[in-house]
């Protein structure tokens, strides 16, 4: 089976704070997504990595950057934590085709900006 | 541009009855669509997914989905509501042909809830 593993369940920043979170995949999936999940609004994407050093922007990257120096890790960063950025995080990878292959889901970081 | 609309946000049924989970997308393409599954505390996983093949897709857990080009829509249902499809339900369209993910569209999700 697939398993995707984000760094913790829940984490607690203050405002200003530098925030990583990090996503592990252990079936050599090329692509790799990083969602924002908040009610009401289903997942948006943030940022999308499909090779090692290659990353796209989503809908929403303001406030965010990503790290991908190995195939089975992608890394979230916060520069500076706000509050409007307390949010659950979703961690996703799929294997070849963006479109039409199966995202598969780390269980979520829930972050909470004071 | 391609959008997609999950029409109701709770969905509340009777264990042993059927459930109906609507959604409606806009593709100017040909899309593939999607519906995954989120119990509370965990990661989304998938149920099942059109890809241009049968129009009838059968998923797992007894769910299954039919792909309406002409009404635009990618229904989800079950004959027979069990306890533990308990979870929130999200309909994704996405545009192949483009390198870029950002035409994968999350739709806002139903919240489906099981009375005993």
């Known amino acids: 089976d697939v398993k995707v593993t984000q760094s913790s369940r829940y984490l607690v920043k203050r405002t200003g704070e530098k925030v990583f979170l990090e996503c592990v995949q252990d079936?050599?999936?090329?692509?790799m997504f990083w969602y924002r999940q908040d009610p009401g609004l289903g997942l948006r994407l943030i940022y999308f990595?499909?090779?090692?050093?290659?990353?796209e922007k989503g809908d929403i990257p303001e406030g965010y950057s990503v790290s991908r120096e190995k195939k089975e890790r992608f890394s979230l960063i916060l520069e500076s934590a706000s509050t409007n950025q307390t949010s659950m995080y979703l961690c996703?990878?799929?294997?070849?085709?963006?479109?039409?292959?199966?995202?598969?889901f780390g269980p979520g970081t829930r972050l909470t900006v004071l | 541009a391609q959008s997609v609309t999950q029409l109701d946000s709770h969905v509340s049924v009777s264990e042993g009855t059927p459930v109906l989970l609507r959604c409606n997308y806009s593709?100017?393409?040909?899309?593939?669509l999607f519906w995954y599954v989120q119990h509370p505390n965990k990661g989304l996983q998938l149920l099942l997914k059109?890809?241009?093949?049968?129009?009838l897709v059968k998923g797992i857990n007894g769910f299954e989905a039919e792909f309406k080009k002409s009404e635009t829509s990618f229904h989800l249902t079950k004959p027979s509501a069990h306890m533990s499809d308990a979870a929130e339900y999200f309909c994704?369209?996405?545009?192949?042909?483009?390198?870029?993910?950002?035409?994968?569209?999350f739709g806002s999700g139903t919240r489906l809830s099981i009375r005993p």
């Open positions: 996703a990878s799929s294997f070849g085709r963006v479109h039409t292959d199966t995202q598969y």
């Open positions: 079936m050599d999936h090329e692509n």
């Open positions: 990595s499909y090779d090692v050093k290659m990353k």
């Open positions: 593709s100017s393409y040909s899309p593939s």
């Open positions: 059109y890809t241009s093949a049968a129009t």
């Open positions: 994704v369209v996405s545009a192949p042909g483009y390198s870029s993910a950002s035409k994968i569209i």
